[in-house]
Each structure stands twice: as structure tokens, then as C-alpha cells.
């Protein structure tokens, strides 16, 4: 089947398996198997958690490019467009290099239905082939263990933050979460965590697997010195790493303490480099204007006006708790509003009870999408922690955004989150005015 436009590609992969979201790995290793992808000729570093993935990868691929290598990323979702999941040296892969690899992938799927996120993965890896990339990082999409991503050898794995996310699918406690998430562990293969505290059920299967696990506060710690920098080091010096200590290094440019346990993490996974990955180098230098370069959007992204704008695309509870850190660190003279819309699987009455001391007022809209949770649904989860006023119901997420812009008093704010989708509608508006 032929398609000329990106577009017609991803309309129809939305229809072709009768379930958006299939966790299993024989149908899409089957397709990467006759395409010969499943023996790289490039490294792999896979990341996976419920919190702080897309910044670890994105400090990731900013660190190793200042360090002079070529680097593929995958992530998702996306925000403004598709092409923002694949990138290569970091630019987004063309409409017209992604149509190709999907027509690759076409040539030999055959009876398989493969789901969206699977011919994603399998494009990114086609794309990052034929640039000849000197390293891939990819962000597990779901869980782990049986996420698309996991079919691909990771030679050093990162997990990051677990919390209660994907319940349908990963299991209603962190243990079990966990369980998922080390997934991406391989046998005597190191991996990183970047959690405060790993679940018993992930450090018990890394000992299964002799796996040699180094995670945050065992292995290695940081330290905020307050002035704008901060220090890393190994617990154990006798480790092989490239580094052992690193101090007065440059605050991540993202918002956020809870940022530097995510480059923590990241230091930890370039440390091993040493002994894993043996034809890299990485200097200091490299990692200073890897942390100083980074860009994110729509983490705690300000939107300058008249009114403030704060994008955060914060979906599950740890990441409202560290939303709502943020606010009441940068308060503001009057009234908070909030844009709210999200997906009807997630935890919604436990992220809005996080933001309850933070928001004045709450403005529930749909999300342009199936899985979108309704306004009447949003309405009732206020309800039932205690919300009863101040609730204002719009039709879109972008009349919300419109009509706050005109009707806020100066020195009120919005902020705008709950779902990635929701920051992107507000991100396409602003690109269209």
C-alpha cells in the first residue's frame, strides 16, 4: 500500500490494528526480523520509567552531540509533529524519509497488524541505520518488559522515576510497575536507576539477571550547592568510569530540583562508558554544554504576555506533585487558572488533588482525541475531592486558552497541563497567530 503525505501514513496505521495500545513483542520482532534490524550495528542505550524519561533522554543526546557524536532519538509521544519522535543528530527525520521507511516496513509486514507506536519504532531504527548514527537512545514507550522498544539489545539500560501510571496495563502498585519497567535489563548488561527508591521487584530481577545495577543514593549521589551549580560523584571510587566526581557543573536547563535527579541518572549511564562502550570519549566540557544546551518544550515551559502561560505536560501524580512544587516556588501577584484536559486512563482525581492548593480557578475542556476524558467527567473527579466552585467549562482546550488571554487580569497566570495533548493544542495555537 502507497501513500504520498506523512499524514495519510499515520491515518491509516490508527485503523489498521483494532487496538491503539497491544503489549507484546512476536508481531513487531517478526517485521524487525525480515527487515534486519534486530542486530544494529550501532549501540543502544534504552530508557524507560514513568517520570523524567523524555528529559534524561533529551540530556542524553545533548551531551554525547556536544561531545561530537552522531546520535539518533527516539521518543514519544510528540508534540507538534510526528517527526519530532525521530531525530538524527538533532533534526527531525523529513516527511519524506519517514514515508520511505514506512513503505519498508510495508513491503514486508505482510498478515501482521502491526499497531502506530510499532511502525514508529521500526522506522526509527530503519532512519538511524541508513544515517549510520554512532549511538541510539530509546525511550520505552509503555512499561518495558513488553513495550515495541524492547525487542532491541540495550548495551547500558536507564530507568527512571516509577510511579502509579498505565494501570491497565502495568499493574495497580510500584512493585509490579517496577517489575515492568526492568523489563529492559539483559543478563551481566549494567543498568541505571535514577529513582530515589527502586522498587524491591526491580532490583530483585536485575539480581536474577546479573545485572549490574547502580541507582541513585547507593552507587551515586549529587548535591545542589545552591549557587547555581552542583556536584556529582560515585559512591565506590574503585568503579571503572570515566569520571568519578564532577563539581560546580551547570544546573540542567530545565525547571525543576527534581531535574537533577534525572542528570544524575544520566551522568551515571556516561560513567559506565568507560567500560562498556570503550570507543567513547566523554570530556567534562561535553557535559557542561550538554546540561547548559538542553531544550524541552512543554515542561514547565513560560509562555511570556500580558498574562503568563505555564505548559507542562504533567499527566500522572509525581508529575503534578512536582508541577505544583514549582508553582509555589514562582508564585504569582494574582489569580492561577487552570487549562485542564486529559486522557480518560489516567489517575485524573489523584493528579487534580495534587494541584488543589495551587489553582484558583479550573477550566475543563475536551482533548482532540478519542481517549479524551470528558469535561462532565473532569467536573466530577473536582467533585469528588472537594471542588465545587470556580469550575468553567469550554468547549475546546483552545477557547479556554483565547478566553483566559482576554478576560485575565493582568498579574493572574494560566497554566496548561494534564496531558500532552493539551500543551500541544495550546503550543499550535500560539504557532498560528
Not at 28 to 46: E, H, Y
Not at 114 to 134: C, R, S, W
Not at 174 to 196: L, N, T
Not at 293 to 303: A, D, H, K, S
Request: aromatic residues 10%.
Amino acid at each position: 500500500m502507497q501513500f504520498t503525505t506523512l499524514e495519510q501514513w499515520l491515518n491509516w496505521q490508527t485503523s489498521l490494528h483494532p487496538h491503539a495500545i497491544v503489549l507484546g513483542l512476536n508481531r513487531v520482532s517478526t517485521v524487525a526480523q525480515r527487515l534486519n534490524l534486530l542486530s544494529p550495528p550501532f549501540p543502544i542505550i534504552s530508557v524507560a520509567g514513568t517520570n523524567g524519561k523524555g528529559s534524561s533522554v533529551a540530556l542524553l543526546d545533548a551531551i554525547l552531540s556536544a561531545a561530537g557524536y552522531h546520535i539518533g532519538r527516539y521518543t514519544s509521544p510528540h508534540l507538534l509533529r510526528y517527526n519530532e519522535r525521530i531525530c538524527i543528530g538533532g533534526v527531525e527525520a523529513s516527511e519524506a524519509q519517514i514515508c520511505q521507511a514506512f513503505e519498508l516496513i510495508e513491503e514486508v509486514r505482510d498478515e501482521i497488524a502491526l499497531t502506530f507506536f510499532e511502525f514508529g519504532t521500526l522506522a526509527a531504527m530503519l532512519i538511524f541505520q541508513h544515517h549510520e548514527v554512532d549511538l541510539a537512545i530509546l525511550e520505552v514507550g509503555l512499561g518495558g518488559r513488553l513495550d515495541a522498544v524492547n525487542i532491541f539489545e540495550p548495551d547500558i539500560a536507564l530507568v527512571t522515576a516509577i510511579d502509579i501510571d498505565h494501570t491497565d496495563w502495568l499493574g495497580h502498585d510500584r512493585e509490579s510497575i517496577g517489575f515492568e519497567k526492568a523489563g529492559i535489563f539483559r543478563a551481566q548488561r549494567p543498568a541505571v536507576c535514577s529513582d530515589i527508591h527502586p522498587p524491591q521487584s526491580l532490583i530483585k530481577h536485575a539480581a536474577q539477571l546479573e545485572v549490574p545495577l547502580y541507582y541513585l543514593n547507593r552507587d551515586f549521589t549529587y548535591h545542589n550547592n545552591n549557587d547555581n551549580t552542583w556536584i556529582w560523584q560515585l559512591v565506590e571510587i574503585e568503579k571503572p568510569s570515566f569520571f568519578k566526581k564532577l563539581c560546580e557543573l551547570p544546573l540542567p536547563n530545565l525547571p525543576g530540583d527534581f531535574q537533577l535527579q534525572n542528570a544524575a541518572g544520566v551522568l551515571m549511564v556516561l560513567a559506565l562508558f568507560h567500560s562498556v562502550l570503550k570507543n567513547f570519549f566523554i570530556p567534562e566540557s561535553a557535559i557542561h554544554q550538554g546540561l547548559v544546551n538542553i531544550n524541552l518544550p512543554g515542561r514547565f515551559q513560560v509562555l511570556p504576555g500580558r498574562v503568563t502561560c505555564i505548559l507542562e505536560v504533567a499527566h500522572n501524580p509525581l508529575g503534578a506533585k512536582v508541577l505544583n512544587d514549582l508553582l509555589h516556588q514562582h508564585p504569582c501577584q494574582g489569580y492561577t487558572h487552570a487549562i485542564v484536559g486529559m486522557l480518560n486512563d489516567k489517575d485524573i482525581a489523584a493528579v487534580l488533588k495534587v494541584m488543589l492548593d495551587s489553582i484558583d480557578f479550573w477550566h475543563i475542556a475536551p482533548l482532540k482525541t478519542t481517549r479524551s476524558a470528558t469535561p462532565v467527567c473532569l467536573f466530577n473527579h473536582l467533585k469528588t475531592i472537594g471542588i465545587t466552585d470556580n469550575i468553567i467549562f469550554h468547549a475546546s482546550i483552545i477557547k479556554a486558552y483565547q478566553y483566559l488571554l482576554t478576560h485575565a487580569p493582568d498579574g493572574d497566570r494560566i497554566v496548561v497541563f494534564g496531558s500532552f495533548y493539551t500543551v500541544a493544542e495550546v503550543l499550535c495555537d500560539r504557532d498560528c497567530l
